[in-house]
């Protein structure tokens, strides 16, 4: 599938299945529906049949209170049957509101406790660099979730250790749960953060697949990390959503639920 034609299916799957199980996050979700299609598109190495290949890249969702947006990915993509996805967030479902990859083929690690998913990826991207591989490895941060200390311990470590195949992608959509980033905690300039902790840095519009596609295949032959700043609208894709931070918990009932549907549906790929 095409990577605009893979995002418009998940945008309106994120939000059937959010809509089904009364869900939160489905902001968080739709943030990062045009990261995730691209990088499954044209960007990674998998095997759905094989999901534990030894080649295969890596992809950690660190915000995995965003879960909703990767399962519907590996689904459409074809790791698990798309029917799985009608009980996501229900009582008995392996597709648990945070991201789970316990029975779940294709999810690498189990994430929402934030700061904790990329360290991970940081771990398995030394793993495979002592091992000799050349696989990547990427994990996905929100710009709310950069205030936690141990992304920045996982800064110095990358690049101490020169993990040239790690990707941290940072979806940087201004908004955390009850409000802006800058009025929890300001996070000033973080490609300067990034720069001075010694990585390769790129910022990119979170939502055009071209310049998504350029800054993940983008590889800098100075052995250092790379960190892509992609500018995102939380909510992106239903007007009503946008940069609205009600979204974060609230689920689409009734007369929004079928706004948000038509909108989706008639929406150019
Ligand atoms: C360690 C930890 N603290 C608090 C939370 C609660 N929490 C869930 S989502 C969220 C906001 C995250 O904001 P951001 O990373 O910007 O992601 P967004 O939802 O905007 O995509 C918080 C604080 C959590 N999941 N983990």
């Known amino acids: 599938m095409e990577s605009k034609a893979l995002a418009k299916a998940v ?3 994120v939000v ?11 902001g968080s979700a739709l943030s990062i529906v045009d990261i995730l299609s691209v990088l499954y598109t044209d960007i990674m190495k998998y095997d759905t049949a094989d999901p534990a290949w030894e080649g295969r890249d890596r992809l950690v969702l660190s915000k995995g209170h965003a879960g909703s947006a990767l399962y519907a990915v590996l689904a459409e993509v074809g790791f698990f049957p798309k029917s799985w996805l009608e009980n996501y967030d229900l009582n008995g479902s392996p597709l648990s ?14 994430t929402g406790s934030l700061g904790h998913g ?13 091992n000799g591989k050349t ?22 470590f990358a690049n ?11 979806d940087c959509n201004g908004l955390q749960s009850f409000g802006p980033c ?8 973080l490609g300067r953060k990034f720069r001075d902790f010694g990585w390769n840095v790129m910022e990119v519009e979170g939502h055009d697949h071209d310049a998504l596609r350029k800054a993940f295949s983008a590889r800098p032959s100075n052995g250092r990390p790379t ?32 706004r948000a549907l038509s909108e989706l549906q008639g929406a150019e790929q």
């Open 97 to 110: 509101g945070h991201v789970s990859h316990k029975g779940v083929p294709g999810v690498e690690f189990s």
């Open 16 to 26: 059937e299945m959010i809509h089904r199980s009364h869900a939160s996050h489905i």
């Open 227 to 258: 960190c892509v700043i992609a500018k995102t609208v939380k909510g992106k894709g239903v007007s009503f959503m946008e940069n609205n931070v009600l979204w974060h918990y609230r689920d689409p009932q009734g007369e929004e639920y079928e």
């Open 160 to 170: 101490h250790f020169r993990l040239s195949d790690f990707t941290l992608i940072v």
């Open 135 to 156: 696989n990547r490895t990427f994990a996905i941060v929100g710009d709310g979730e950069c205030d936690e200390g141990s992304i920045w311990e996982m800064a110095m």
């Open 118 to 130: 990329a360290c991970v990826a940081c771990g398995m991207a030394l793993a495979s660099k002592l």
């Open 11 to 13: 945008r309106i799957d």
């Open 182 to 189: 800058e009025e929890t905690i300001e996070l000033l300039d």
